[in-house]
């Protein structure tokens, strides 16, 4: 069998250059970044597409804070700085992609960045190992389930002529999705005050030494704060085993004065028998 050696001689510098390259985009030097202008006097807002999970400001020369979860604030905590000098270069670490800027100082306070939204072009694919499900994914998902026809007919609780029912359970990776709806039989409207998620004794009131565990769900769906007559939500929590003598609470209460509350109790046996999500399953009529 002959070889072309010009063939290989060929391939073999192509596949040196394309690692050379690999190389050359997988170090950054702050002159090769993103930059962005801050003063003293000015906030300057940055916004992600998807919720932050870590945020790192290389030097104490700049104040940060997240005040909600897909927002960071910066500013420069003083003054004295000239024209032009590196402050800080502050890294945003997302649930998929990475993100960093060089933060520039400027004298010009109208030259001072005051709202950055993260472009696509500045966001570096990231796996984060923290997160088994993004947040876009969960959305996705929980609109599905919420779309979906019911399959629970026997789980429900009845309270201040309101019926609460469960209509779904569905297994996703890590997680359940819980889907359940309320009915309003009177013409009050029901302002929704909070929905929480516990694990309860099931004989809380016989109990001498009950626990109840409030759970932080991982998405509530739908942020609607009424109703009047109808209401669906999915709620998303960590997967998690308890014992039989142990319930799932979902409770919504009303703001005052009125303050009706109505709670639905999910059995153990009910999360046994989650569906797993598939589209067969919630074509199904």
Not at 140 to 166: D, G, Q
């Amino acid at each position: 069998m002959k070889v072309n050696k010009k063939g290989v001689v060929a391939a073999f510098f192509i596949a040196t250059g394309m690692l050379v390259a690999y190389d050359a985009q997988a170090q950054r030097t702050y002159e090769e970044m993103e930059r962005l202008t801050v003063n003293e006097q000015v906030t300057t807002v940055i916004t992600a597409s998807e919720p932050i999970r870590m945020v790192d400001i290389s030097t104490d020369k700049v104040a940060g804070d997240q005040p909600i979860e897909n927002i960071i604030r910066l500013k420069p905590k003083e003054t004295g700085h000239e024209d032009g000098e590196v402050l800080a270069v502050v890294t945003i670490v997302t649930e998929r992609y990475r993100t960093q800027y060089a933060l520039i100082y400027t004298t010009r306070m109208k030259e001072a960045v005051t709202d950055k939204e993260i472009l696509l072009h500045e966001r570096d694919a990231y796996n984060n190992p923290a997160v088994s499900m993004s947040t876009a994914e969960m959305v996705r998902f929980a609109r599905r389930v919420w779309s979906s026809p019911a399959k629970f007919r026997n789980v429900a609780t009845k309270a201040h002529r309101m019926v609460m029912r469960l209509n779904n359970i569905y297994a996703v990776g890590d997680y359940f999705f819980i889907d359940f709806s309320i009915e309003n039989k009177t013409n009050i409207r029901f302002d929704i005050d909070e929905i929480r998620v516990k694990l309860a004794d099931k004989k809380l009131a016989k109990a001498t030494n009950a626990q109840t565990i409030e759970l932080t769900p991982a998405l509530v769906l739908e942020h609607g704060k009424m109703f009047r007559h109808g209401y669906r939500n999915v709620i998303v929590v960590k997967k998690m085993t308890f014992p039989n003598d142990k319930l799932l609470t979902i409770e919504m209460t009303e703001r005052q004065i009125s303050g009706r509350n109505i709670s639905l109790n999910i059995d153990y046996e009910d999360v046994l028998s989650a569906d797993s999500f598939n589209t067969t399953l919630l074509e199904e009529e």
